[in-house]
């Protein structure tokens, strides 16, 4: 093993367990969806970021265990060949929080109640691991085409929780520390979908692309600031108070 791979390993891991700890902690901020779009959005992003980083850390924990054990052992053939269902179903996943961020958002839509939004959750994941399942194992045909399927996944919902981002901003139904973060996950998504589709037009071909830790960089640097928006948040509820939407917060 690399010391370049080495230290794309230790990133994942550490990306992984820092989007799960956020999503843990934003549970603990609405336990319940509550009557106000700010808990809905927090509850929402609790269920979506909890299940996307407890996959991420089973994944990335394998990616480890694989390496480690050695690219001609039968675990690491199975690591292989599960990684696009894993990556479809995190890919799925996150698209429909931000589908169902902007359905609340966007179009002021009444939020769905907590089991719809598990189960909802769920069944994304489920479909997307099923779809992965379906595709031909990367190592056939060089990554390129999963690279593309997940840079597309990836640009869509950066768009969308843009999208709905503004709307939140604008009507102050989001408030500025989960705005913050979500903002801060849409540009990382927006970053990886480049370099993805970078790679998969180029890297695999011989061609010039950037270092897949440029998205693992980018991944720690949201994921540090999505998990201290959450800290802050948590305190502030926890002595009964209630962040500001973001231009409350600009105009002081």
């Known amino acids: 093993m690399t010391a370049v791979i080495a230290q794309t390993l230790v990133l994942q891991v550490v990306v992984a367990a820092l989007i799960l700890g956020f999503g843990v902690l934003a549970r603990r901020i609405a336990p319940t969806p509550g009557v106000s779009p700010r808990t809905t959005a927090w509850f929402m992003a609790g269920v979506t970021f909890t299940l ?3 996959l991420a850390v089973v994944h990335a924990t394998a990616a480890v265990a694989a390496m480690v054990i050695g690219p001609h052992s039968s675990f690491y053939a199975w690591f292989v060949r599960l990684l696009p269902a894993g990556n ?36 994304l994941m489920l479909v997307g691991f099923a779809v992965g399942l379906a595709e031909p194992p990367v190592l056939q045909r060089g990554g390129g085409a999963h690279l593309t399927v997940t840079s597309l996944f990836g640009a ?9 981002l503004y709307r939140g901003m604008i009507r102050e139904s989001v408030d500025w520390l989960l705005w913050t973060s979500l903002a801060l996950y849409a540009t990382q998504e927006a970053i990886s979908s480049n370099i993805q589709t970078v790679l998969a037009w180029a890297g695999f071909g011989g061609g010039w692309a950037p270092p897949v830790r440029t998205i693992m960089l980018a991944g720690l640097v949201a994921a540090c600031v999505m998990l201290a928006c959450a ?20 105009r002081g």
């Open 88 to 123: 479809d179903a995190r890919s799925l996943l996150v698209f429909g929080f931000a589908v169902g961020l902007g359905w609340m958002l966007l179009l002021g839509r009444p939020a769905p109640s907590a089991r719809a939004i598990i189960a909802a959750a769920c069944l």
């Open 231 to 250: 800290i802050r948040r948590l305190s502030i509820a926890r002595a009964g108070g209630d962040a500001p939407g973001l231009l409350e917060r600009i």
């Open 52 to 54: 996307d980083g407890g």
């Open 156 to 164: 869509i919902t950066a768009v969308l929780l843009f999208a709905g």
